[in-house]
């Protein structure tokens, strides 16, 4: 589902500041996996990140996306597999502003051409399962952080994507708004059978996933099970 | 299917930020109007210009005396010998007898007064000859002009216009045919019966100071009558001559000139005569029009770009302002081509909304300038539909850039940008 083999990041390539962020990082994720990768500020997290959701290309290695090749593809492809397989959730929401929650979970759609009907009555399904359904014509400057995060997610979900994305989605919220949000993946992980990948820092979140992947200084430094299960 | 949401998109942007989105169309809303109000002025214009032209009819030259040297300082009496006379006229008219259909001559009788009880009329009188009949294009709206009967008997008769007829009767045009009118001339008392009503048309020379009850309008007379009553030898300082269909009048005017002063006044030392062909005038005329508006135009065209280089600007503030929304959808899977296409859009949006404001200031502006100016302008769809072209152009050549720039943002920096 998702095969990450050998995978190495270089910036300034040629020139004499070279530098190597990943040092060969081999990983795989299961279908319906909760899988989360911890590590400190400069281990590598954030493009480790930016590889998996293909925003950016490894300068070695393959990355097989449900058994696609994802090195070899051209940008223009990369927009419609990220649009396609890949649902971020960001740590800053990033709602489009001025844009109603419905808007917003219909945009991912909207470039996968989706047409106008089916969009709006899936976008109304997935604000529903997020528990939004009360604040569907709401901009996302009247909708507190946690609201904010369920709309993300419900966009997130908007194509049915192969993996969940998330970048330290509780960052900006409080505990008891965060708690929330981690219910909601547990719950859309449990129930739905949504792969989810967390990005974050706190070993506390972490714990509650399926799998913990340690990164220190561009390379996996520990695989830990929790759960088990596949 | 995406314009459509781009549109919509760029419509609640628009909304959003009202002042800023005005200001950025102001520059656009101010060129398309200038361009709409200052093409509706010179065609208000051209038209009443034209149209006065036209009355004195394209197929005329007209014919006058000038003075050779002319000097302000020194004062010239006119001698009897540096008039047009008669003979002259006939010699010309066989001379050209291929080219030439008539001569329209007039002699004024000057400014004079009608007065009926309490109402009055100012007036002109003029005599006028059959080929001014044919000159000018009058239309009857009672009775019928001058026969060539009326001409030789010298008839008494008079033709008065509408206006004339509202002043002094304020009775419809059928009505008055028959009545007399009086006027005082030199001490004596001369009476005309009104024999025909003709519909006053705007000469476009009129003083607009002076109300339209007080407008001074003609009343033609025969030609003869007119000479008989002035008791003065025959001679005219101007006179119009109507060309033959088909006829280059340019080429007649230059041959009428050149055998009048050869023939008539080459020992003259003071007084030459002039032939100008009225469809020449016309042209000229037009011409220097359309410099004149193509020179408005030209600033309207500036102000246009500076506009648009307004649009352009904020564009690019606009853009640096959403690098995270970029980012955003970026990630959520747009492609270059679907970023550049919303900037694209918005940017027309705003250069479309401010041209279509633009257009109806500029019809409002350029209605409200000619009605001052007292003539009727209008403007064509075309050049309606030419402007909003024009705006849209803007809008994609000021909003490519910016909106390329959008579309060539990197993701990932996109994202981090705060």
Redo the contacts between chains.
């Keep these: 589902m998702i095969q990450l083999e050998a995978i190495k990041k270089q910036f300034y390539i040629g020139q004499p500041n070279q530098l190597e962020i990943l040092h060969g990082i081999d990983l795989q994720v299961k279908r319906g996996e909760f899988v989360s990768i911890v590590g400190a500020s400069g281990s590598g997290k954030t493009t480790f990140m930016?590889i998996i959701?293909i925003?950016?290309r490894a300068t070695y290695g393959t990355y097989l996306l449900d058994g696609i090749d994802v090195t070899q593809a051209k940008?223009?492809e990369l927009?419609?597999i990220?649009?396609?397989k890949i649902g971020?959730v960001?740590q800053?929401y990033?709602l489009?502003?001025?844009?109603n929650a419905l808007k917003n979970v219909e945009?991912?759609m909207?470039?996968?051409?989706v047409?106008?009907k089916e969009r709006m009555e899936r976008a109304k399904e997935l604000l529903t399962l997020v528990g939004m359904e009360n604040r569907m014509y709401h901009t996302s400057d009247e909708l507190s952080g946690g609201q904010k995060q369920r709309v993300a997610i419900a966009?997130a979900l908007a194509?049915n994507p192969s993996i969940l994305l998330a970048d330290e989605p509780t960052g900006a919220l409080d505990s008891e708004t965060g708690r929330k949000v981690m219910d909601l993946f547990q719950e859309l992980n449990r129930e739905k059978g949504i792969t989810i990948i967390l990005i974050t820092h706190s070993t506390e979140l972490a714990e509650e996933t399926g799998r913990i992947i340690t990164l220190k200084d561009g390379r996996i430094i520990k695989e830990h099970n929790l759960r088990g299960k596949e | 299917m995406l314009i459509l949401e781009n549109i919509e998109l760029a419509l609640a942007g628009l909304r959003a930020n009202k002042m800023r989105s005005f200001l950025t169309m102001l520059g656009i809303l101010i060129g398309i109007s200038s361009v709409i109000a200052i093409i509706m002025v010179g065609d208000a214009m051209n038209g009443s210009v034209m149209s006065s032209m036209g009355d004195l009819g394209v197929n005329n030259i007209s014919v006058y005396i000038t003075q050779k040297n002319y000097n302000e300082l020194e004062e010239y009496k006119m001698k009897n010998r540096d008039y047009v006379q008669t003979e002259m006229l006939e010699k010309l008219k066989f001379q050209f007898q291929e080219e030439i259909e008539d001569i329209a001559l007039k002699k004024s009788l000057g400014a004079n007064k009608v007065v009926n009880k309490r109402r009055y009329a100012n007036i002109s009188m003029v005599g006028v000859n059959q080929g001014f009949m044919k000159s000018k294009n009058l239309t009857m709206l009672a009775g019928e002009k001058f026969q060539i009967k009326d001409q030789n008997d010298a008839k008494n008769i008079v033709l008065v216009s509408d206006k004339f007829v509202y002043n002094v009767f304020q009775e419809a045009p059928q009505k008055v045919l028959g009545r007399t009118i009086e006027i005082v001339k030199d001490g004596k008392y001369y009476s005309y019966t009104i024999s025909g009503v003709y519909k006053y048309t705007n000469t476009g020379y009129e003083d607009v100071n002076i109300p339209k009850k007080e407008m001074r309008t003609d009343c033609y007379i025969p030609l003869q009558t007119a000479l008989l009553q002035s008791r003065e030898e025959e001679k005219y300082e101007e006179f119009d001559v109507i060309a033959r269909k088909g006829v280059d009048t340019g080429k007649l005017a230059g041959n009428i000139q050149s055998f009048m002063n050869q023939s008539y006044y080459k020992d003259n030392e003071k007084i030459a005569i002039s032939a100008e062909s009225m469809e020449i005038m016309v042209k000229q005329m037009s011409g220097m029009m359309k410099s004149i508006q193509l020179a408005i135009a030209g600033i309207g065209a500036i102000s246009l770009l500076v506009g648009g280089i307004g649009v352009m600007n904020i564009m690019i503030v606009s853009i640096t302002e959403r690098t995270r929304e970029i980012g955003t959808r970026k990630a959520l899977g747009a492609t270059n081509q679907c970023i550049r296409l919303q900037f694209l859009v918005e940017a027309i949006v705003i250069c479309m909304i401010g041209g279509f404001i633009g257009v109806i200031l500029g019809i409002g502006i350029g209605e409200i300038v000619t009605k001052i100016m007292g003539y009727t302008g209008k403007i064509s769809i075309g050049s309606i539909a030419l402007c909003v072209l024009f705006s849209m152009v803007f809008g994609v050549f000021f909003g490519y850039y910016p909106a390329n720039r959008a579309a060539k943002l990197n993701p990932i920096e996109a994202l981090r940008y705060e």
Excluded: H
């Design positions: 930016n959701g925003l950016d940008d223009r927009s419609k990220r649009n396609e971020f960001f800053t990033n489009i502003a001025r844009t945009l991912p909207l470039y996968a051409g047409a106008k966009r194509n």
